[in-house]
């Protein structure tokens, strides 16, 4: 069981100097107000393979994930383009493998290519040393396939493991964007006994700015079932970004091109693009770029406390 | 496992040949700009007896689907008929034979009566020789109520296995309506390795455009608990048509007589089909003219690679 | 399995002989041109306690369901009173029971007490010994407590076997309410073989014209887990309303006062009761009032074929 | 199984003494319609380790909850200065030792502080003693933390054993919150043979006002899998508050700063605290002043009957 006295936030002793403190605010660059990023998990065939291996089977369930790379990608990047927005694709090293003509157009097409595992394996209770080989196999995959060394890593199903940041490190990563405790990027500490040594740059993302939640459906697989209106999702979208902008925040959009992909989604997802990149106030741009900002600004690392394992 | 280093879609070496590439677009009759079809699957009692057995005890569950025959179907064909739309009727065997008026009804009116199982059980993971025989069951069945060789096949469930194609071009169908990676028609390679070979036409779904997520409420069956509003739904089809008007596409949905037959549905629906209908620049047809159609186009056939099995 | 040859909606032969005949239009009183019933289910505790016996420990549970008879009920007796409509209140045994003088507040109103079993016990796979007892159980409740012997019943969960309509004719019920094939009520023939011979009234309803799927939020117990909006629920139950009354159907909303007894839940549905009590083509009346006057219009029995058991 | 004949809510002998009578109004201060609470429970890690304690090693699960001790209860508080409204929030014993500034700043900032549980466990079918040695833990740690003795306690997960009262009543409490059997406050009487002896004021809630069912997204732990629009359960919420208002009704909403603390939500509620605080006829409060106050009206004590044990 964990024990909240010694998983506190403050110092032994009760002293009020308060260890978890939230992250601080962040100023933009060229004075905007806020910043925004699109970004797109392309899972395709291995979201579901992690989920049940022999979803394999599944001819139509194969189909409904290859949609991503074969025509969400292509969609979306046109998409992009009219709006000159860069964005991040996080890419499964499986994705990479099965369909290298879709990593390489997007990083022809100049948007940023980051770590999304190696099978979008969950990675929730996985040792140290199985969930580095994954990452290994992973950045080998981008090499071989886009000649990509990614600087961003985004865990897959977002479930990051206490050592996981030390493991980014370890391989040179810049950031880490799996993480829902703040609105702004931040300094992340490695461990909580080293608030003043190294650290990786967070940003956070939020289940209620993810697509999954609204448009996934897949059979005995994942989703609630039901399939929301593009309308009702995006709607909810921009007034997370309007209430984000007043404060400064970075909004950071999760996409799947399986999923956003589609025509009608992809045109309620165009409306949104537009406002955002077309405010004066937000800076739109990838997270590579937001994480060197926010390195830039040398801010405190920030102190995670881990809790005692059940 | 899954080797990603066998299943990916270029030709081996890296060459850059890409295997799996997207299906191309597809030049319309008359000048149209894209294509619309409205298609049935008139499950009726078999889509849960497949599900469990045991549920033909439940007369009120059995009721509930016998609905779909007995009052949704001639409720939509009255419908269509005001529109002059010829729509496809995906008809599993078991329903042919327990409601033969009905798809007697369905074929006097002129509509595609098509394939859709034998008692809309599911085929995942099943092998050649138990899929066949249920094939041809279903074939036997509407053969014997109807009269009918069908041209078209829909999976139960759209649960397509990698040797299903093969046994639809055994048995001389025209083509399959189960799979989801592109916005359009196409001719889908019968195996990975013969792309100049024999193929059969596909015309892709979308779960978006399906009725079951969003009315299916089935306690102990199907469904995610919460019924939506046609508002809503027939909304959100309307979205995706319009934007796959824009793009050249093709509209099919699918809708089930046992939930979309009731009246504020089939009345929400009917809006859908006015506006679509009506427009100039869509070709509304059943699926066996616009796969006649795409036969005539003589694609080259589309190879969609296998995964190994799990 | 079911054998469909031998469960077919045509005399064997397939002479054409259609069964399974959908039920035919009814002539409403007075020129009317379709009904209405606002119908509830007083479930309360018995519903919860017969999904789980140990949810009686719950407090919180228990209070929640109460909240029907002891706050919900008197509201809608308020709500239905200002529109002058009357009627049926399904009442399980134990509700009678626990809740008297709700029950009989409701008979004071004038309003129908109908049977809804004992502890709302669900009935799928009872033999009849078992589910006559239950429904005796039920007869004496509503006597005991109101003098009430009621001549309607819906089955709790919606559930009939095959032999409950037997059940019922024995026991004197002139209509039964759990079905859902048609949109208007008909005489339901006791057994397939016994086209001409006896019969029940039943007055169908439908899963898209309740509250449960709407509102019904009962952790570990029942529900979706989500929460609708009544502005959603009542705007679609509208939609079904006016496309009924197009068609001349018998429109019948089913609440339950634990979860329609809530404030802003009454006030969306008294919109609709006001709405649908004040037009001059539809005829609003009890159950018991609708069964009535379809058994004097002397319609010829429907049968509806059983399924072998799975 | 419950006996009715002897949980009903009349004396025996049928004498029509009804023990189990509805919570009678309540006349609010001031000559006020109505009254207004905006309650925050403020689970944060206790309520997914509550649920499975191996979730601890989920750090971006956790990152999700710590989200509302960090980010979440800084923006409510500012949000509830902006309207001059005083709130109550329900800590749980692990959020005060592991977020002991938080607890204070919301002290601070004039709010009440109750009592919540410790880890936030659920205290279905546990016995009094263990269920008592949880609450004063939870007891110690306010006290600890924030020097706070509570007079006010709302159950984990809103499940209230029926001995649960009367240890509230021995330790002090002035109230209870996690009942949903009235839309007015009332005395409760502990133990229903105890009619005219000790009691605790009961202020209800109500499942219909809670953001857990609209927002909660937990995988593996908790939540329907959707997340709906803000301003969807802002509408339903403010409905709710209008009809309950109409009759003079104490709307009571719950909140949890890790869901409504994001920025769109915060500013979609923002919209109903000024409404409500703004109404002249609605006394917006803290649930100790409703409590105090209903204390002073020295109500007979309503009687809720317990169920026996399944």
Redesign the interface.
Known sequence: ??D??T????APG?A?V?L????EPVAWPDGRRAAAAFTFDVDA?SAV?AI?????????????Q??GP??GV?RLLRLLERHGVRSTFFVP??TA?????TVRDIAAAGHEIAHHGFLHESM??LDAATEAAALDRGLD?LEEVAGVRPVGFR?P??????H?PGLLDERGFLYDS??????VPYELALGPTAPGGRSIVEV?V???LDDW???C?L?DLS??????????AV??WR??????R??G?CFVLTSHPFLSG???????LEGLVAEVAADPGTWTASLEEIARHVRGLALAPRS???????
């Not at 998983?7 to 403050?10: C, D, I, L, P, V």
């Not at 978890?20 to 992250?23: E, F, G, L």
């Not at 493998?97 to 003509?101: A, G, N, T, V, W």
């Open positions: 069981m964990t909240p006295t998983s506190g936030t403050e009760g009020g308060r978890m403190r939230p992250a065939e393979l049940d291996p022999t979803s394999g089977r599944r001819m139509s369930v194969m189909s409904h290859a949609y074969l025509v292509p090293g499986f493998l099965r369909h290298p003509s929730v209770g995959a865990a199903m977002w479930e990051l493991n206490w996981t799996s993480l829902m405790d703040a609105d956070p939020s289940w209620g939640e609204q448009y459906y059979p989703g609630s079932g039901l399939i929301e209106d593009p309308a009702k709607s909810m007034q997370e970004f309007t209430a984000l007043e404060e925040g589609r025509p009608g989604r992809a045109a309620a995670v406390l881990p809790l005692e394992e059940g």
